[in-house]
Antibody
């Protein structure tokens, strides 16, 4: 059974940093591209970033480019999202997803507020 | 960026109805179109991939179709468990973009 379990969310002040993690199991992690998708409270879904199966290619939405970094550790079957210079508009539930995507984690809430 | 125009935003329907939700792509996306179902407080669930293919475990009353740049999700014989918000997603090119969502609710 595919499982994606996010961690690392919480309350953070504007301008500070936070790192999300996603532990994957139930499939061969190193064979799949992975992505982060977010959803602001009461809003729709928004793609954030994607990383290729081997980490050699990354893609970001414009609003997070230069502030967020997606990375992975295939030996640990773990996906990461390093978020710097956080803004109030980054407040959302962040979902770890597999592929284009197909499977989704349960999500982790990130609140950016002073 | 490719815009996905989803309609309607809200769809009141009765149990047993046949309903259709549509997304129009602003540029060619081929069949790189997926549909997701999201229930309150839950993660999205993949329903349709490749515009017309049913994902694993999805009931056969769900179907996807394409006509040019219009992509549709149809649910035949609506059941209470189908009440949710549905989103389309294009993954033909970055940035991937979602439709704005359709809230399917009981009339």
């Amino acid at each position: 059974e595919v499982q994606l379990v996010e961690s690392g969310g919480g309350l953070v002040q504007p301008g500070r940093s936070m790192k999300l993690s996603c532990a994957a199991s139930g499939f061969t992690f190193s064979n799949y591209g992975m992505a982060w998708v977010r959803q602001a409270p009461t809003k729709g879904l928004e793609w954030v970033a994607t990383i290729s199966y081997d980490g050699s290619s990354t893609y970001y939405r414009d609003s997070v480019k230069g502030r967020f970094t997606i990375s992975r550790d295939n030996a640990k079957s773990t996906l990461y999202l390093q978020m710097n210079s956080l803004r109030s508009e980054d407040t959302a539930t962040y979902y770890c997803t597999r592929g284009y995507p197909d499977y989704w984690g349960q999500g982790v809430m990130v609140t950016v507020s002073s | 960026d490719i815009q996905m125009t989803q309609s309607p935003s809200s769809l009141p329907a009765s149990l047993g109805d046949r309903v259709t939700i549509t997304c129009r792509a602003s540029q060619d996306i081929g069949n790189y179109l997926r549909w997701f179902q999201q229930k309150p407080g839950k993660s999205p669930r993949l329903m349709i991939y490749g515009a017309t293919n049913l994902a694993n475990g999805v009931p056969s009353r769900f179907s996807g179709s394409r006509s040019g740049s219009d992509y549709s999700l149809t649910i035949n014989s609506l059941e209470s468990e189908d009440m949710a918000i549905y989103y389309c997603l294009q993954h033909n090119e970055y940035p991937f973009t979602f439709g704005s969502g359709t809230k399917l609710e009981i009339k």
